[in-house]
């Protein structure tokens, strides 16, 4: 059964600051999603990363994949506050051969503090 | 493209009471997926369709819980009878397949009291 674990679940941060979001999944994957969820809205896709070595960037927000690891990383640059937000990641196993589905893990719960 | 719909926004039931849950994908995509979303458990997957058809209903707690897709355009979760522990928020997602990832509706706050 695959497993994705993000770490940290809760994160607390000033606005200006660097830090970055884990997310380490048990399978062989060949792609991985981020979401971002605002506090009572629905998941909005962010990036989704297709080979190891991937990296994709918009704005303050940089994420990476690698595969050989099992980890993907999204990066938080020079913070502020409108990032305040549950991210997810979602990856798909390589032995899914039919359909679309994706495991989430927990969510990592960002605040950012002026 | 409205995107995916869901119907009601909220939802607010006495416990024993039939509870339906609609979802309209958006046009042209072939999965549909029902997840379910509590603090406690997070994103669960209850039960995906391809082209209409269920693959994966394993997700499903129990035999109250029932979905069908009788079209491309539209899928209903229905749980009868409902119960206090059914409230979550349930999120419909569709994609086109391949290396496309989801796109959410904007769920449905269930509350059972």
């Known amino acids: 059964e695959l497993k994705v674990e993000q770490n940290p679940l809760f994160l607390s941060m000033q606005e200006g600051k660097n830090y970055t979001i884990y997310c380490n999944y048990s399978?062989?994957?060949?792609?991985l999603y981020w979401y971002r969820q605002d506090p009572g809205k629905s998941l909005e896709s962010l990036f989704v990363?297709?080979?190891?070595?991937a990296v994709k960037q918009e704005g303050r927000l940089m994420a990476s994949l690698d595969t050989k690891a099992r980890l993907s990383t999204l990066h938080i640059t020079a913070a502020v506050h409108d990032l305040s937000a549950t991210y997810f990641c979602?990856?798909?196993?390589?032995?899914?051969?039919?359909?679309?589905?994706?495991?989430f893990g927990e969510g990592t719960q960002l605040t950012v503090n002026p | 493209d409205a995107g995916v719909i869901q119907s009601p926004r909220h939802e607010v039931t006495e416990m024993g009471q039939e509870v339906t849950l609609r979802c309209k994908p958006i046009?042209?995509?072939?999965?549909l997926f029902w997840y379910r979303q509590t603090m406690m458990r997070g994103l669960e997957l209850l039960i995906y369709?391809?082209?209409?058809?269920?693959?994966?209903d394993s997700g499903m707690p129990e035999d109250r819980f029932s979905a069908k897709m009788p079209n491309a355009s539209f899928s209903t979760l229905k749980i009868q009878p409902s119960e206090p522990r059914d409230s979550a928020v349930y999120f419909c997602?569709?994609?086109?397949?391949?290396?496309?990832?989801?796109?959410f509706g904007s769920g449905t706050r269930l509350t059972v009291v």
């Open positions: 997602a569709s994609s086109p397949g391949g290396y496309y990832g989801y796109t």
């Open positions: 399978t062989t994957s060949d792609r």
């Open positions: 990363l297709l080979s190891n070595g």
């Open positions: 979602a990856v798909h196993p390589w032995e899914e051969t039919s359909g679309s589905r994706l495991t």
């Open positions: 046009s042209g995509h072939d999965y």
């Open positions: 369709f391809n082209n209409n058809v269920p693959i994966d």
